[in-house]
């Protein structure tokens, strides 16, 4: 199976940063396009940063210039920097990795449980 476990969030004041971590493991035939998601509460998840195979990235506007997504792929890890946090950037940060483990036929996306930060005002 596939497991991806994001890490590095926390509390950090307006202005401040945070790197944050997601590491894709398991016996994995290949990994595809890396994503970082974020859900605030009452809110819906949202697509912020995307880096394909070919390092190839997009962001959402609200994040771009202040956010940095990257990929070391001998390490199957993507990195979300965040720099000039507000706090609107509250909420809990997912990754999600498209990835075809040994076994399986198919490629399909798997998720992170998510980390938290808080940007306080």
């Known amino acids: 199976q596939v497991q991806v476990v994001e890490s590095g969030g926390g509390l950090v004041q307006a202005g401040g940063s945070l790197r944050l971590s997601c590491a894709v493991s398991g016996t994995i035939v290949s990994i595809g396009t890396m994503r970082w998601y974020r859900q605030a509460p009452g809110k819906q998840r949202e697509l912020i940063a995307g880096?394909?195979?070919?390092?190839?990235?997009n962001y959402a506007d609200s994040v771009k210039g202040r956010f940095t997504i990257s990929r070391h792929n001998a390490k199957n890890t993507v990195y979300l920097q965040m720099n000039s946090l507000k706090p609107e950037d509250t909420a809990v940060y997912f990754c999600?990795?498209?990835?075809?483990?040994?076994?399986?036929?198919?490629?399909?996306?798997?998720w992170g449980q998510g980390t938290q930060v808080t940007v306080s005002s």
């Open positions: 999600n990795s498209v990835a075809q483990p040994i076994g399986d036929y198919v490629a399909r996306m798997y």
């Open positions: 880096i394909t195979n070919t390092s190839s990235t």
